[in-house]
Every structure is written in structure tokens, then in C-alpha cells.
């Protein structure tokens, strides 16, 4: 059973410090990977997706990594933003599946 | 931009009532998700469903859950007999296809208070 976890659980910084989201999971045999964004209350907002066969992928601020091998994939945040503040979430898709697995999530606090 | 819809955003019902919750996913959409959050804990997959079939579900999808999609647009899913731990935020999702690259966009929620 794939298990994702996300270090750390909270993370708070002043604005325009690099933000740096950690996850990771247990079974290597992932389809993709995504990167979500979840206000408090609301829904999931989709941030970005890293195939397996992709090492990084970016958009606008925001680069995720991921090395498949050792189960691991990073978010990093550039000159975070307190609009930046938010619980981002990972979450798996394994090979011939079709569910997402999601971590816990790191909720990020940007200090104006 | 197209996005995912649920009706309603929050239900409130009775313990052994049952509920359903609607989705409008992105018309052009193939796949279609349930998942569940419950208060301070993971969201969780309920069930994948496509081609009017169920391609996949969670040990949580009992017999007391059940996915329709009654028409082309939207797509339910039914609580038979709700339970007190049926309490969460329930998030409709739909992807284009099974493609490795393609996301799965999730609705606003369905938060379901059960008393």
C-alpha cells in the first residue's frame, strides 16, 4: 500500500524567503505525481503534475523535483508571497491505478 | 477556465437518512472521482468510475455508497443509510483520460454534517 508523508507538518517564514515542501513515499512504481494547494475549507487546487518519466516541472514561482528511485519529490516556493499561505498537498497516482494517495499535507504561513 | 461543480456545499442530515451529492465535472472529461476528507485527516480515494462502470474503489466504499451518472453532465454519488463517521468534506474530481499526464481537477466540496 503506497503510504505518503509530508515534512514538515507547519512551516511559517517572512515574505520573500524560498519555500521548501518535502514529500515522500513508500512504493517507487508511480504513474505521476501532483502538487496541490487546499485553503482552509475549500477544495483542492491543482498546481502541478511530474510523470514518472520527469525529473522537474515548473510554473511561474513554483519548480517540483522528483526522483522517482528514492521515493522523494520537493516543492519549492520562490520569494514566497503571504497569498502563498495555504495547506499544499502531494499526492501519488501508482502504476495501473487510478486513485490518488495523498500526504498529510504542510501548511505554509507567509509573514508579511 | 472550466472547473469541476458540487451541489450542495454543505448538507446536513439526520443519522440514517440517506444523502446525495452532486458533481458537474469538465464536460470533455472521461473520469470521474469521489474522495473524502475527514476533519483534520488525509482526503481520501472512494471511488473512480468510467464508461458508466465503477474502474475502481476503496475498502470505504461499501454497500452503503453508490455512483450514478443519471445524465451527461453530472455525476452522484448516494449515502444509503448515513452514518455519524460519514461526516467530511466530500470532493468530486474528473481527469480527460487515464494518461499519465493528465491532472485530476477536484471540486469545491460537499461538506456533509451528520447528526
Known amino acids: 500500500k503506497q503510504e505518503v508523508t509530508q515534512i514538515p507538518a507547519a512551516l511559517s517564514v517572512p515574505e520573500g524567503e524560498n519555500l521548501v515542501l518535502n514529500c515522500s513515499f513508500t512504493?517507487?512504481?508511480?504513474?505521476?505525481l501532483q502538487w496541490f494547494r487546499q485553503d482552509p475549507g475549500k477544495g483542492l487546487t491543482s498546481l502541478l503534475l511530474?510523470?514518472?518519466?520527469?525529473r522537474e516541472q515548473t510554473s511561474g514561482r513554483l519548480n517540483a523535483s522528483l526522483d522517482k528511485s528514492s521515493g522523494r519529490s520537493t516543492l519549492y516556493i520562490a520569494a514566497s508571497q503571504p497569498g502563498d499561505s495555504a495547506t499544499y498537498l502531494c499526492?501519488?497516482?501508482?502504476?495501473?491505478?487510478?486513485?490518488?494517495?495523498f500526504g498529510a499535507g504542510t501548511t505554509v504561513t507567509v509573514r508579511a | 477556465e472550466p472547473e469541476v461543480t458540487q451541489t450542495p456545499s454543505h448538507q446536513v442530515t439526520q443519522m440514517g437518512q440517506e444523502v446525495i451529492l452532486r458533481c458537474v465535472p469538465i464536460s470533455n472529461h472521461l473520469y470521474f472521482y469521489w474522495y473524502r476528507q475527514i476533519l483534520g485527516q488525509k482526503v481520501e480515494f472512494l471511488v473512480s468510475f468510467y464508461n458508466n462502470e465503477i474502474s475502481e474503489k476503496s475498502e470505504i466504499f461499501d454497500d452503503q455508497f453508490s455512483v450514478e451518472r443519471p445524465d451527461g453532465s453530472n455525476f452522484t454519488l448516494k449515502i444509503r443509510s448515513t452514518k455519524l463517521e460519514d461526516s467530511a468534506m466530500y470532493f468530486c474530481?474528473?481527469?480527460?483520460?487515464?494518461?499519465?499526464?493528465?491532472?485530476?481537477?477536484f471540486g469545491p466540496g460537499t461538506r456533509l454534517t451528520v447528526l
Open positions: 512504493d517507487s512504481a508511480i504513474y505521476n
Open positions: 511530474i510523470q514518472s518519466s520527469q
Open positions: 474530481a474528473s481527469s480527460v483520460d487515464s494518461a499519465s499526464y493528465n491532472e485530476q481537477f
Open positions: 499526492a501519488v497516482r501508482a502504476a495501473n491505478d487510478y486513485k490518488l494517495s
